[in-house]
């Protein structure tokens, strides 16, 4: 395909034709899909370099791609949970064809094989229909060798999440995990610099799967919450003990 924006475009081409050919599809989904297509590889250009042995690599182009996406979904002023759902399956854009090709050997630790765990923690992040069809996409906007293994994996991927019960899984809205400024004023955090620093620090982990319910959330405030009291209460006692000398 030569270059990200021809990849991009030919993964767009494709990922509509996955929609209009699964009309079973959300329109969530739906949207989702075609956006997380858009996007997927907006981390490209500031992450790609070639190797010594002149290889073309991109690591952590996900990973940074999730905050210029987020601008770009803001500034297209995406509905939140449209917008949550689409830096999800950027985020995790290449995880299906991996898990499914990983050996039992891979997926078993101290004797018990933990490929259910996986694929649920999978399903309960985001839509599988939808990172399945995503990611048929992306390699159907390719031109190379090895298309045809990955596209056999990535319906091993569906096959695998069929088989444990969690195709039509509902994932977890983070709006169900949201907290909101009024509820942090509850918890005494007032400032606002504050509650804006923790939201964007929950929304992060609710992105990755860190936190599944409203229950977690508050747990890991009190955590926050510790740790700078503790930290506070370290930083006075040194401005004091300096003060004194």
């Given at each position: ?112 094989n933990v490929e259910y765990k996986k694929y649920f ?125």
């Amino acid at each position: 395909e030569g270059d990200v924006l021809t990849h991009t475009q030919m993964v767009m081409n494709k990922s509509l034709t996955e929609i209009v050919n699964n009309s079973n599809l959300s329109r969530k989904d739906q949207v989702s899909i075609y956006l997380a297509a858009l996007l997927h590889d907006i981390g490209k250009p500031v992450t790609t370099y070639t190797t010594l042995n002149n290889r073309i690599v991109s690591p952590g182009h996900a990973n940074i791609g999730l905050f210029l996406a987020k601008k770009v979904l803001y500034l297209l002023k995406v509905p939140f949970d449209i917008e949550e759902h689409v830096l999800r399956l950027i985020l995790r854009h290449m995880v299906a064809y991996r898990i499914a090709g990983r050996i039992v050997a891979d997926l078993t630790f101290n004797g018990i094989n933990v490929e259910y765990k996986k694929y649920f923690r999978l399903a309960s992040e985001l839509s599988l229909p939808a990172l399945y069809y995503l990611t048929r996409a992306d390699w159907l906007g390719r031109i190379g060798s090895n298309i045809e293994q990955t596209l056999n994996q990535i319906e091993v991927f569906r096959s695998r999440a069929e088989h444990h019960g969690l195709w039509k899984y509902s994932y977890k809205n983070l709006l169900e995990t949201m907290i909101s400024f009024e509820d942090l004023a509850k918890l005494g955090v007032e400032d606002v610099k504050e509650q804006k620093r923790i939201q964007y620090w929950l929304f992060n982990l609710s992105l990755r799967g860190k936190i599944q319910n409203r229950e977690q959330t508050l747990d890991y405030i009190n955590t926050y919450k510790e740790i700078n009291n503790a930290l506070d209460k370290y930083l006075n006692q040194l401005s004091l003990a300096f003060s004194m000398t």
